[in-house]
T-cell receptor, first 114, second 117 residues
Framework: GAGVSQTPSNKVTEKGKYVELRCDPISGHTALYWYRQSLGQGPEFLIYFQGTGAADDSGLPNDRFFAVRPEGSVSTLKIQRTERGDSAVYLC????????????FGQGTRLTVV | AQKVTQAQTEISVVEKEDVTLDCVYETRDTTYYLFWYKQPPSGELVFLIRRNSFDEQNEISGRYSWNFQKSTSSFNFTITASQVVDSAVYFCALSEAFLGSARQLTFGSGTQLTVLP
């Protein structure tokens, strides 16, 4: 597609459940990023992929969060045993190479844990 | 540690007024990038500008202009002759230049701009 696509756009889940959030980057972009944005705040970095590997996962808050990008394109952010504090908008971005290139963001997935 | 401060939480102006959004940053890096993003109600972050720390030349793009002052660690954004469509949340962000454009983006908390007709 022309831009970064994230699905679903909205997700409501019960506390303790497992969720998966999907990101389709711009075709040909090797770098992919996940950010989390809480209400009234700026996005916070979670993880960065260069190709298939996670080059930097220092922003993941704990081991309930995990992300994969098995073929170097689509990425899935996985959250286990969700907590109410995980409620936020999860943003995905991609860039052509990761170095000195702009990141383009998707519209995000709004996750609500009830 | 890097930090970006956008002291203005909300700004309201009347259409056609000029408005300046402030951004102050902190970093120990000697080379870095500064960014501005726009986030309309749809939620998608729209890239506006990237500035390398070595390039202090001010930039103008249509009604948008940016004033980078390394001496005061500021990267302010001015919209001239504002329009209703400019209403959005604007984020200033900072990243280490060596590691890439968005790997370590540190965002400010954003400024909600409302342009009234």
């Amino acid at each position: 597609g022309a831009g970064v696509s994230q699905t679903p756009s909205n997700k409501v889940t019960e506390k303790g459940k497992y969720v998966e959030l999907r990101c389709d980057p711009i075709s040909g972009h090797t770098a992919l990023y996940w950010y989390r944005q809480s209400l009234g705040q700026g996005p916070e970095f979670l993880i960065y992929f260069q190709g298939t590997g996670a080059a930097d996962d220092s922003g993941l808050p704990n081991d309930r969060f995990f992300a994969v990008r098995p073929e170097g394109s689509v990425s899935t952010l996985k959250i286990q045993r969700t907590e109410r504090g995980d409620s936020a908008v999860y943003l995905c971005a991609s860039s052509l190479r990761g170095r000195d290139t702009e990141a383009f963001f998707g519209q995000g997935t709004r996750l609500t844990v009830v | 540690a890097q930090k970006v401060t956008q002291a203005q939480t909300e700004i309201s102006v009347v259409e056609k007024e000029d408005v300046t959004l402030d951004c102050v940053y902190e970093t120990r890096d000697t080379t870095y990038y500064l960014f501005w993003y726009k986030q309309p109600p749809s939620g998608e972050l729209v890239f506006l500008i990237r500035r390398n720390s070595f390039d202090e030349q001010n930039e103008i793009s249509g009604r948008y202009s940016w004033n980078f002052q390394k001496s005061t660690s500021s990267f302010n954004f001015t919209i001239t002759a504002s329009q209703v469509v400019d209403s959005a949340v604007y984020f200033c962000a900072l990243s280490e230049a060596f590691l890439g454009s968005a790997r370590q983006l540190t965002f400010g908390s954003g400024t909600q701009l409302t342009v009234l007709p």
